[in-house]
């Protein structure tokens, strides 16, 4: 950490040029986020919001919240961070996504809740797919149960 406060207080240090190290802040350390966000040479936006994508793709719900308060950070250039999100079960970060006014939940023709679907009835499929094969109906009812629950767990 105090490596990084010293190279950023070096005025050779290109910020400009910076966002190929976003990435690698961003989905980290908090503590660093803060330190990146604080210097205002420093656009967490650059690479069509690339920060934010990383960090919610890492499920990392803590620095999301942080990028969403820098008013750079736009939240609806990058709609497929809610749907990927809702795809993959990530709740923290679909609540985060949610509680923030700029986020449209319906962009391109509701994606976020078909992928979330999408992805429920794949398991589902698969899973039946899987013990057909060994003719055991009881596992199937009860893989079937798991994964509505866990669906549902996933969308409160």
Not at 90 to 95: G, H, M, N, S, Y
Request: charged share 25%.
């Amino acid at each position: 950490m105090q490596v990084a406060k010293l190279l950023l207080k070096d005025p050779r240090i290109d910020l400009n040029n910076a966002g190929n190290l976003f990435p690698f802040f961003f989905s980290r350390e908090p503590t660093l986020v803060k330190l990146f966000l604080e210097d205002e040479r420093i656009n967490p936006a650059v690479n069509n919001n690339r920060a934010l994508r990383i960090a919610a793709r890492n499920n990392h719900a803590h620095v999301v919240s942080l990028l969403l308060q820098d008013p750079h950070v736009d939240p609806s250039d990058c709609w497929d961070v809610l749907r990927e999100a809702a795809e993959f079960c990530r709740t923290d970060i679909v609540r985060i996504l949610l509680a923030n006014p700029r986020v449209d939940p319906g962009i391109h023709n509701n994606a976020a809740i078909r992928r979330a679907l999408v992805r429920w009835e794949y398991i589902t499929r698969m899973m039946e797919s899987m013990c057909s094969k060994c003719s055991c109906r009881i596992l199937v009812w009860i893989l079937q149960q798991i994964i509505q629950r866990w669906f549902i767990i996933c969308m409160q």
